[in-house]
């Protein structure tokens, strides 16, 4: 099948949807809403190819209202992404262009830029952690912005790389008094340990970072985590034998020690192999229930919706949020990653990516309710 561009649909796509705008057709190979929701481009990609692949979105919403949409914009799928960001100042109906924060590549100090972690201070700062890495070595790279998302200012990530880590992905928590939490997976090259999940903590909320400490040394990677109350969970991806499973890390003492065990949360399709980068958070309409987003793949892929008590983390399946089709000659198979973003009342964006692998890519958004 013949690549389909987007640029035919996208300001449509890109507009507030109406009722009848959200009939526009969509290209066949775009992910369905089984209820009947908007499924929409949030992001298209650039017109520049060395920034059209789009992957891996994380988003945070400011005390104004402003959502700041992180992802990795590159030339295609594990090699050469960069970490960027684009605003939306109108609830999620439009954002601006991407901004690239900093480049990885050929000839640059590292090849790629695998995930990333976002999240605000306590301050209302956005704050946003990156990685690059090449075969064996990597770094981890800061911003704080105090304005949004529109500026941004290095911070100090010294004492994360370089080769001390590997990815940081997921939200970055804030823990009492000035401090937050990051975690990421170690990768090959870093020392002593190149598997497993590691945390860190920032006591001056976010201008600097300490030491990585170990949290587990599993198989698994893309951690993200989750505070409730006093307790802080990490919800991991697993890889190899439990690719179609993700584990927890759970602590009652603020990250001193972690137990670790597997979550009941696995495929609803049948064919379905494994699960991407997992999404939770607790319920901002009931503070004793965690919310968990999963995505199935291969395709047909689709995004998956749990509840959980937050004291037994017993997921329950609430709903298919999104269906991607598969069909013959279609090579728009790249996708997942979702992230859930609550807004006013009940209503919420859930971000994930969907397109080639290596070429065009955009960022495409579900509005839903929760």
């Not at 990051?182 to 497993?196: A, D, F, N, Q, W």
């Not at 979702?338 to 971000?351: I, K, M, N, S, T």
Request: hydrophobic fraction near 40%; glycine fraction near 10%.
């Amino acid at each position: 099948m013949k690549p389909i561009r987007l640029a035919s649909f996208l300001p449509l796509a890109l507009a507030l949807s109406s009722p009848a705008q959200a009939a526009e057709p969509l290209p066949p190979w775009a992910g369905r809403s089984p209820a009947g929701e908007v499924v929409r481009v949030a992001v298209a990609p650039p017109a520049n190819p060395r920034f059209e692949h789009l992957a891996w979105p994380k988003a945070v919403r400011t005390a104004d209202g402003t959502i700041v949409l992180g992802f990795l914009a590159g030339t295609h799928h594990g090699s050469e992404s960069c970490p960027a960001v684009a605003v939306s100042t109108d609830g999620g109906r439009t954002f601006s262009a991407p901004q690239v924060l900093k480049e990885f590549g050929p000839g640059k100090e590292y090849g790629n830029s695998g995930n990333m972690a976002l999240g605000v201070a306590h301050d209302g700062a956005v704050l946003l952690l990156a990685h690059g890495h090449s075969k064996d070595s990597n770094h981890i790279y800061g911003w704080r912005s105090a304005d949004q998302g529109r500026t941004w200012q290095p911070v100090d990530t010294s004492k994360l790389g370089p080769n001390k880590t590997g990815s940081s992905t997921g939200t970055i928590v804030q823990l009492p008094g000035r401090r937050l939490m990051v975690t990421g997976h170690y990768r090959e090259g870093s020392k002593p340990h190149r598997l497993g999940i590691w945390q860190a903590v920032s006591a001056d909320d976010g201008l600097s970072w300490g030491e990585p400490q170990m949290v587990n040394n599993l198989n698994a990677g893309e951690p993200v985590l989750v505070r409730h109350d006093n307790r802080l969970l990490v919800f991991i991806r697993g890889r190899g034998p439990a690719a179609a499973r993700q584990f927890v890390s759970v602590s009652d003492d603020w990250g001193q020690t972690w137990v670790t065990d597997l979550l009941n949360l696995g495929p609803i399709q049948k064919h379905a192999s494994s699960l991407a980068h997992p999404f939770a958070m607790v319920n901002p309409h009931n503070p004793a229930e965690l919310l968990a987003v999963t995505f199935e793949r291969p395709l047909p892929g689709a995004a998956q919706l749990w509840r959980a008590p937050a004291k037994t983390l017993a997921f329950k399946h609430d709903r298919t949020l999104v269906e991607l089709p598969k069909f013959a000659g279609d090579n728009h198979t790249d996708f997942g990653y979702a992230w859930l973003l609550p807004l006013e009342g009940r209503r919420a964006l859930v971000f994930y990516y969907h397109g080639l692998g290596r070429g065009p890519c955009p960022i495409w958004v579900l509005e839903t309710s929760i």
